[in-house]
């Protein structure tokens, strides 16, 4: 969140899995409490449609919203747009429609962790794809496994993993993982990494990580 709203250059954002929007509308609310002249489109691109709808209703007030991710933003104003997943669900369904080099942040929040490990690198791929290589940076957040933090979440994790595998429902489908070493995988360079604790249930940890696209060789 602090790489989203720190850096004033940056103009296009994807947010894959982006939900009902919340993490660009504090984004765009920070850029307004504060008076920051910046210039943001927001793309959004979601499975559900339900998902979608909330997202353009949530930034409504922030912004004219425009119908596609490449219309031209009028300068010191916030803009987005929502894009539906056909139902297969498969990232790289999106290359074709996604403007290559084109976005300054791709971001996925609590996305990954429900995906098989085909449709994590499909991700990644999709990321590269659509990243500018010069100052192009990808965000993801995501649960990890806490066993070596605290008690409290070597309990959580223990019963978390377990409860997946038995009723996957009960945890909604997503598992602790650590997206790092899918990152060191296909070569992306990561800049920073960091853990935050729960404040409180249900008590797992988390990772946040900043890394920038593969060298192209």
Known sequence: NADAHEDTSVQRVLDYGCGQ????????????????????????VDQSPEMITKFQQRLERFHTRSKSPSNTVPANAHSSSSQLMQNTGDPLQLIQSTPAKYY????????????????????????EHCLNPVD????LAGITYGYRDSFRTFWMTLAWEIMYR????????CRP?????????????????????????????????????PLVS
């Open 166 to 173: 038995i009723r996957p429902r009960v945890v909604g489908g």
């Open 21 to 44: 929007g919340k993490l660009a509308e504090h984004v765009f609310g920070f850029h307004a409490m504060n008076n920051r002249d910046c210039n943001i489109h927001w793309h959004g």
């Open 177 to 213: 993982q650590c997206l790092s070493q899918y990152l060191k995988e296909r070569g992306w360079m990561i800049e920073k990494e960091e853990r935050t604790m729960p404040v409180g249930f249900p008590w797992m940890v988390s990772e946040v990580i900043c890394a920038r696209p």
């Open 104 to 127: 300054h942040r791709f971001i996925s929040t609590y996305c990954l962790d429900l995906m098989s490990e085909q449709d994590i690198y499909a991700v990644l791929s999709l990321a």
């Open 136 to 139: 192009g940076k990808l965000l």
